[in-house]
Each structure stands twice: as structure tokens, then as C-alpha cells.
């Protein structure tokens, strides 16, 4: 009995950790100090330019910018900054799992997904980032003991977001960043939002660094 009541107390812990939504985030960047400089936003590829779904997404983005410091374009064509977003996810690859048998020991921490992070940190607006235990990039739930006599495939999926940004007068490139999460299902309209939030989480960084971002679940209303 003790032993199932602590399987069920860390598989619910578990449970609450896959909530999460984990990002490894890199940003190169020589942007000014924002002083209101104006920008429109593009879609990378032409063929979603004006799609309802595109649209969506880059009001999200958009509102971001706006709490940078930046203001929408009246006309765009008088734009001082051409920001080009892109976004996408994988067909996803299965994964295999064995939970523990009887007792606990074994798991062990490494694996798939993007490795071992948790050597730096930030805050998101709904989360913190550092040292996350995430089961999709780490491949491990680390700890337990003794046998497995469960073994269990399921579906990780890599999603992707990457962002430019040009200056208008001059096609100068001023910044550049990718967000990279994996998740266990392939759902670009939450995917994506939480993918500009993690971009914009301590925006616009430090050129050439790479960041590791948690940005926890919002909280459903009773």
C-alpha cells in the first residue's frame, strides 16, 4: 500500500510537470533602444500573408511588440521596422517509456529532446525558467527502482518559431531568434502563442545566448 500510495503521489507530480510548456530559446540581436519606432508585421512565407490563422498569431506578436516599446505602422509601407515571423511543427517521433515495476530505483535523467538544461534562467509571465524537469527533454523521470514490467509508446512532437527583423530604410537585419519547445501533441494555436511569449520573455536578450524558458499553465477559472 505504501508503495502504491508514493507511485501515485509522484506520478501526479508528473502529471503536473508536463503542463509546462518548455522552450530553448536563441536570439542574435543589434536593435536600438525602442523609442516608438513603428513596423508591420510579414509573414516568412508569402503564401499565409492575409490567412485568417497568420492573422491570429501576429496580433499575438504584434501585442508583444507593443509592450517592447514599439508601435503598428499606419502605413505599412512607411514602416520603420519589417518583421517577418514563421512558424511550424514536426510529424512528431515515438517515443519509448517503461515505468518501474517493483519498488523504486532507475530511471536516470538524459536522453532525447534538446538535452540537459537548467544552467541558466528567466522569468516568463506566467512561469520561471531555470533547472526544469521536463519528461519530453529529458527523457528520464529520474529516481525510482527495481524492475519495469510497463512499457509504453507515445508521440513527441518539435515545434518551431522564428522571427526577423529588418530595418525598412536600409534592409539591415537587426534581430533574429528561433524558440524551439517539444510537446506531446502538434496544436499550432496553442503552440505558437506560447512560443511569441517565450521569444518575448527578456527580450531582446543577449546576442549570441541561448536561453532555457518555463512558462507554466494558465490557470482555469472555477
Known sequence: MKRSLLLAASLLALAGCAENFNARVSRFQALPPPAGQTFVVQAADPR???GLEFGQYSRILA??????GYQPAGDPARADLVVKMAYSVDHGREKIVS????????????GYGFGRFGYGGLYGR?????GFNDPFLYGGYGG???????????????SELALQIDRADTGQRVFEGTARAQSSDDDLPHLVPNLI???FTGFPGNSGQTVNITIAPTKKKS
Do not use: I, K, W
Open 63 to 68: 501585442s508583444e511588440l507593443v509592450r517592447q
Open 144 to 158: 525510482f527502482g527495481g524492475g519495469f514490467n510497463d512499457v509504453r509508446s507515445y508521440t513527441v512532437f518539435t
Open 48 to 50: 499565409l500573408q492575409g
Open 126 to 130: 506566467r512561469g520561471f525558467v531555470y
Open 99 to 110: 515505468s518501474p515495476g517493483f519498488g523504486y530505483g532507475g530511471f536516470g535523467y538524459g
Open 197 to 199: 511569449e517565450a521569444m
